[in-house]
């Protein structure tokens, strides 16, 4: 069995090349089942999360991506994220490699993220609004880069410090990165907002959107987590046109997006 660690899934992965191999399983289709999603309690009080995301192809291969997010690990400089992939055969069950999981995680959601702006953004898309500061977020920043031509990207943190250090971080790229305190300010001049974080408190707010702004939220995945209020979601379910033809799977959820509106 092949070890693939987190280096070699960087050096792998090229966002606009993973995204068109995303495109192309999205058409095709594969066996997902339903993951499993459970709660894990934890001595801090921020309870943690193990997930287990079974696909497969028959006769091909199949693989399970086993996932923790532990919330707390911020106060111990650790990323929320851990976790494994085990890729198998599937018409014998050998297992093939075993790859690092934190890194297979944040290229193919930064890259999923570009795939939607492909159909979703304008195509002249500039300024890039990053909520986050996280693992995801310099992924998520290069893999709308990617495929569009961003010149500016305004950092938002809770943590200010954290925001400019981030900032900092991402000098030499081909675009102008620096951060801001100002959400509102720079969610009104956004083409594109991002945001990737654990926030139970609604950070997009509708009120700040301008036609044409493509939202990307990444993150809120528990009931209890929110990425932006009730406005926003009413205003982009009802304002957005994909500019082309959507996958199938996008396009059903598109679809049931646009009722009430």
């Given at each position: 069995?092949?070890i ?28 997902a ?14 309870d ?129 990165v ?40 990444v ?43």
């Open positions: 069995m092949r693939i660690d987190a280096a070699q899934v960087h050096a792998a992965l090229d966002y606009a090349a993973l995204a068109d191999r995303l495109e192309a399983m999205f058409r095709q289709g594969c066996e089942p339903v993951r499993h999603h459970h709660t894990v309690k934890t001595a801090d009080g921020l943690a999360t193990l997930l287990l995301m079974p696909a497969w192809q028959a006769g091909r291969h199949m693989g399970v991506k086993i996932v923790s997010v532990f919330p707390g690990n911020a106060a111990q400089n650790l990323p929320a994220v851990q976790g494994v992939y085990l890729l198998s055969d599937a018409r014998t069950g050998k297992p093939v490699a075993l790859i690092d999981g934190p890194a297979i995680t944040v290229r193919r959601t930064a890259a999923a993220s570009a795939l939607a702006s492909r159909y979703l953004s304008r195509p002249d898309s500039a300024r890039l609004v990053m909520l986050g500061t996280g693992a995801l977020a310099p992924h998520l920043i290069g893999a709308h880069a990617a495929v569009r031509p961003i010149r500016e990207v305004l950092v938002w943190g809770r943590d200010k410090r954290k925001a400019e250090a981030f900032a900092e971080s991402l000098a030499g790229r081909p675009f102008s620096r951060a801001t305190g100002d959400l509102d300010s720079a969610i009104r001049q956004a083409d594109i907002v991002s945001s990737a974080t654990l926030s139970k408190d609604p950070l997009v707010r509708g009120e700040w959107l301008n036609p044409g702004t493509h939202i990307d939220l993150g809120a995945y528990t009931p209890e987590m929110r990425g932006s209020d009730d406005a926003a979601v009413r205003r982009r379910a009802c304002s957005s046109t994909p500019g082309r033809a959507l996958p199938r799977r996008a396009a059903m959820w598109y679809s049931r997006s646009m009722p009430g509106c």
